[in-house]
């Protein structure tokens, strides 16, 4: 900026700085009369720049069908917290979906305000609850690992693709997403380089068996490792045949991200501490593993067993 945009930008900051303190009028918000539905797409639009495709898609159909239908007739600068929690009295049976659309509808709310469409510092979804939910933690057990890699070691003539791939998940622990879109370039000895992932940035760390699979696969230098058959440049699609391997082995409620609890189960009963075990998997926040702390406590109640029985053995019984 030039010196005289910088002095006139000062001397309006002092002079609202000697107003600090003392009542002045607040100012209407630009979108007062304006309706949420009209200013949806131009929040989401500001908004869709910072999020990544995926997120983009699945916060717009959110907006669509969960938020609209309530909120797109109201205008916009006089939405408050009453209407947010008459529009999550609707999804009483629903907790997940409102779950999910909560966040989407605060954001836009706080967009709202940089566009002057309502006042600062008025989310309306401040505060508000979201619905309990029982979290879907599955682990698979050593008989279960077993079975599991027997079917995949008798499928691999018939699903040369979708066998090293789950390999992959198991021993790594890693996304869906990350293994499936994983290139020949990101890989580097014993780690993957991800440029991008869920959580920004990431390395996958590649065990000895895990750099074994990769290895038999044979390097192609460049491309997609697992590339799809059927779309040139896209992914290969493992969902339909997990469905497959899962009904052999005997698995059918476990999902392909329970890999993924799995090897952070392993991970803690093997004394691994929950921060290496959180950039193993690529956390971005310490909450997120966080979730399998119950676990860590588990293997230390056991632990504190185990010595018990040997004082008290050692003491005649007498402990």
Not at 14 to 19: G, I, K, N, S
Not at 298 to 313: E, H, P, Y
Request: charged share 25%.
């Amino acid at each position: 900026m030039t010196v005289a945009t910088a002095r006139r930008i000062a001397r309006q900051k002092a002079a609202e700085a000697r107003l600090v303190g003392l009542p002045t009028p607040q100012p209407r918000p630009a979108g007062e009369g304006v309706t949420f539905a009209q200013v949806a797409d131009e929040l989401m639009f500001a908004l869709a720049r910072r999020w990544k495709p995926a997120t983009a898609y699945s916060n717009q159909q959110y907006l669509k069908r969960k938020i609209l239908p309530f909120f797109g007739d109201m205008p916009i600068a006089s939405i408050v917290r009453s209407d947010v929690l008459r529009w999550r009295d609707n999804f009483a049976s629903l907790g997940g979906a409102f779950n999910r659309s909560l966040p989407v509808l605060s954001v836009l709310m706080q967009e709202a305000e940089v566009f002057d469409y309502r006042r600062q510092g008025a989310n309306p979804c401040k505060g508000i609850a979201r619905y309990k939910r029982k979290r879907m933690e599955r682990f698979l057990s050593i008989a279960e690992y077993r079975r599991l890699f027997e079917v995949l070691s008798s499928a691999e003539v018939e699903m040369p693709v979708a066998v090293p791939l789950i390999r992959l998940l198991v021993l790594t622990g890693a996304r869906v997403g990350e293994i499936a879109g994983m290139r020949w370039e990101w890989v580097k000895g014993t780690r993957v380089f991800l440029p991008d992932s869920k959580t920004g940035a990431k390395v996958i760390y590649l065990s000895a068996p895990a750099r074994s699979v990769l290895d038999s696969l044979g390097c192609k230098g460049r491309g997609l490792v697992f590339p799809s058959s059927r779309t040139i440049g896209k992914p290969f699609n493992i969902s339909p045949t997990w469905q497959v391997l899962r009904r052999r082995a005997g698995l059918l409620d476990v999902r392909l991200h329970d890999l993924r609890h799995s090897f952070a189960s392993l991970a803690i009963r093997d004394g691994i501490s929950l921060t290496v075990i959180s950039r193993l998997l690529g956390h971005a926040l310490p909450e997120t593993t966080e979730r399998y702390a119950h676990l860590a406590d588990d293997s230390v109640s056991d632990a504190a067993r185990r010595v018990c029985r040997a004082i008290a053995t050692g003491l005649g019984g007498r402990a």
